[in-house]
């Protein structure tokens, strides 16, 4: 008999412990994870109608677990919840008891065959109960993302909106999460330069899709129909980087944060993957003032391409834009590093390096205009600044790591300069 289970639990390794226990007593089952620590609380309209129960342990994130159980359990129509204890005594199972628990098993010394009983008698209840079922209808209602259906994700709301893309709040029906759910529209016909493109796109999010590094956004799942694609990456609450530069940064806060950047490129990079649009509004916050990268790829080269065709104009304000790129050149992984560059003096001097009144004007200034330079104050970053942002690629940096070790050894400097200032 196969299953379908949610597990609540901080610890990924904890998790997958329990996933093989319930894969040992079922057949063909289902599980799902959700971690507590890192997405926050299951949102209010989240009633888990996709599961027979729900394994939850007694610490999730920072809240107490008799907490969740009550709010998980007054929820209409929740399949029964099947609390996991460190210390289980008659007392502490009255208690979770009392707050909703179907059952208590212990979390230190798993009992397989108790575990099994235990979900079987839930799958039941939960039967008995009866399980409300979507019906299509339902189901598009809910998966629709403005003429759009995308099965598997739940329409939150929308987050923007440009001419060729829209990006969206969404839920993962299967586990709950919210994700931002990005949508490409473009049909390119074959044999065209935005079917090249739209192939490209799909290469390089596959290959995305496998990188795990902790300042590079992870990607759930990314797909493609005749009219649109579509990523499903991590969602950020926290904002991203402009917030912070409008506040001000130390320097040697800037520095940790463009060393992040320039970590996260190099292994895009070594993936084969260029970033092409960094930016301030691509650099996101996580909850312990860390920073990724998102946005990455050929998602905006399709939203350009797709632009230039719609209109004859270029997508956007290039205030990163490396000489280059602006130009339409070939482009590598110094056109990232000069990006790199241009967020580095923002984040020192809270202004861009290059303004002007329209898109070709910022490009031209790119290209012609003299390198900026700080002031005496912060002089010592300049060299770092220039070997990011000169104008002929020869002679930038030749790579993301070489950016991180010059930026490791100013982060040295930096640190003891501010030691001896106290």
């Not at 044999?191 to 796109?201: C, E, P, W």
Request: net charge neutral.
């Amino acid at each position: 008999m196969s299953i379908r289970v949610l597990i609540i639990d901080d610890e990924e390794v904890y998790r997958r412990l329990l996933s093989q226990h319930v894969q040992v007593g079922f057949d063909s089952p289902v599980t799902a994870d959700y971690d507590p620590g890192r997405q926050g609380r299951l949102p209010p309209e989240f009633h888990a109608s996709g599961y027979d129960a729900v394994l939850l342990d007694e610490s999730p994130g920072v809240a107490a677990g008799l907490d969740w159980l009550r709010d998980l359990t007054h929820r209409s129509e929740f399949p029964p919840v099947i609390y996991m204890m460190s210390d289980l005594t008659p007392e502490s199972e009255r208690a979770a008891k009392s707050a909703g628990a179907f059952a208590c098993l212990s979390r230190s010394k798993i009992d397989n065959p108790a575990l099994v009983r235990t979900l079987r008698s839930a799958q039941a209840s939960r039967r008995r109960r009866g399980e409300p079922v979507l019906s299509l209808d339902e189901l598009d209602r809910i998966c629709r993302f403005g003429d759009l259906t995308i099965r598997g994700y739940k329409f939150v709301r929308k987050l923007a909106e440009n001419p060729v893309s829209s990006v969206y709040l969404a839920q993962r029906l299967k586990t709950a999460e919210e994700v931002v759910l990005k949508v490409l529209r473009q049909a390119p016909d074959t044999g065209t330069k935005g079917a090249d493109t739209f192939d490209r796109f799909l290469r390089e999010y596959q290959i995305a899709a496998g990188i795990r590094h902790s300042n590079v956004v992870r990607i759930f799942d990314f797909g493609a129909d005749d009219d649109h694609a579509y990523i499903a990456m991590e969602y950020f609450s926290k904002g991203d980087l402009r917030d912070r530069i409008k506040e001000g940064i130390k320097p040697l806060d800037a520095l940790k944060l463009l060393r992040q950047m320039a970590e996260a490129l190099k292994v895009l990079h070594d993936a084969g993957v260029l970033h092409r649009d960094l930016k301030p509004g691509n650099v996101m916050l996580r909850d312990d003032g860390s920073v990724v990268l998102i946005d990455f790829g050929m998602s905006k080269q399709l939203e350009l391409d797709a632009s230039i065709t719609a209109s004859g104009q270029i997508f956007g304000t290039p205030y990163y834009m490396s000489p280059e790129q602006g130009h339409g050149r070939e482009t590598d992984e110094r056109s990232d590093i000069y990006s790199l560059g241009v967020i580095l003096y923002e984040m020192l001097m809270r202004r861009k390096p290059y303004v002007a009144g329209t898109p070709m004007q910022i490009i031209y200034k790119h290209a012609n205009a003299p390198l900026p330079h700080l002031p005496i104050a912060l002089k010592r970053f300049e060299r770092l600044l220039l070997n990011c942002m000169a104008k002929e690629p020869a002679r930038r940096y030749p790579s993301a790591e070489a950016v991180v070790d010059a930026i490791k050894e100013l982060e040295r400097d930096e640190a003891e300069r501010e030691a001896m200032a106290f």
